[in-house]
């Protein structure tokens, strides 16, 4: 939410590629534009996975659309280390959409959201603030991924090994 170009692509992008390799299906980038698009394409390209990117939706649009529940990252919302039982119970089994901003959230941001949550109380990063509680929201699972079509990482102390193209 609230991408500014160019300044944000570089952090906006990453905010995309934690989104994919953490589990989510899609990224909703209002005024994103082509290139960012075009930068997490590549990467779905050829690691794999159906990782959607959506420009062109503005915020609102994407929130009133939305039937699952919606979820704001903020560092003023309620604690996600303290109240992860509740956060997972209201939105176990439904479609999350994770809201995370770029510059300052809009008031009616908050009051959309069915729940604002915190990833500790300081201000530190969307991509940090995403990570961490995909993580948690997963309990960890989403490592074991599979991102199937794309070049597949053996994970190897000194060497570097790539699998092309898995089905
Ligand atoms: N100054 C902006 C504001 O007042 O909304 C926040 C900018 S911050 C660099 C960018 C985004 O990172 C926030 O919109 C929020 O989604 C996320 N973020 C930063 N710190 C956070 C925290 N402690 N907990 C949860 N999300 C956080």
Redo the contacts with the bound molecule.
Sequence with gaps: ??HRTPRDVRITTHVGLVARAFGARKIYIPGGGKNIKKSIERVVERFGGAFEVDTEMKARAVIRKHKGVCL??????EK?HSSLDEITERSEGKDKLV???????PRYIYDLADLN??????????????A??MDRLTNGGWVELDFPGGMKVVPHRDRKIVVKKTL
Excluded: C, D, R, W
């Design positions: 939410l609230g704001h990252l903020t560092m003023y919302g996600l809201i995370v901003g770029a510059e300052k959230v949550i915190s990833v500790g109380n300081q201000p530190h990063s969307e991509i940090a603030a995403l961490i509680f």
